[in-house]
């Protein structure tokens, strides 16, 4: 016999099994389209609430979530990467080529010495509005869709 605890209107069960997916997945980045078919879409949505209450999962975009580790300098929950690197890890799950913006690339290549102040992702000649932040940070992004005809 299944003996189901209610937390807020959501079973442990369903919530126990999003755990162990999230935990066998590589990367760190969870998109909620990865955890959707393990229940009803109100039932996932409680579930992830409970999860990132617990300190597991934080949410860094619309269905875009991020594990989190203890901080070894304060021992405070913080998401498992950088802002460059779940940035990058979630656009590139979602389907949308990232590379450096040009600001990192005339840094990389010497142009100039002026350090990039934010994150800049360039997308090419995809146009993303798409809000993801960490820690306050927010991306911004920039893409090539007009430039091809300007220099060529």
Known sequence: MLLFIQSRGVTMRLQERMLRSIRQRT??????????KLGSA?????ALKALQAQGVLVRIGTG????????????????AGS????AVEALRRLGVSVSAGSAAVAYNTGRTTQLPGTFVANTGRR????KIAVGGRLVK???NYGRSAASA
């Open 141 to 143: 992004y920039e893409n």
């Open 64 to 79: 875009v979530y991020a594990k989190t580790r203890k901080s070894s300098v304060t021992g405070a929950i913080i998401p």
């Open 83 to 86: 802002l460059e690197s779940l």
């Open 42 to 46: 109100s039932q996932v949505s409680e």
């Open 27 to 36: 990367g760190n980045v969870i998109l909620r389209a990865d955890v959707a």
């Open 127 to 130: 146009r993303i509005s798409r």
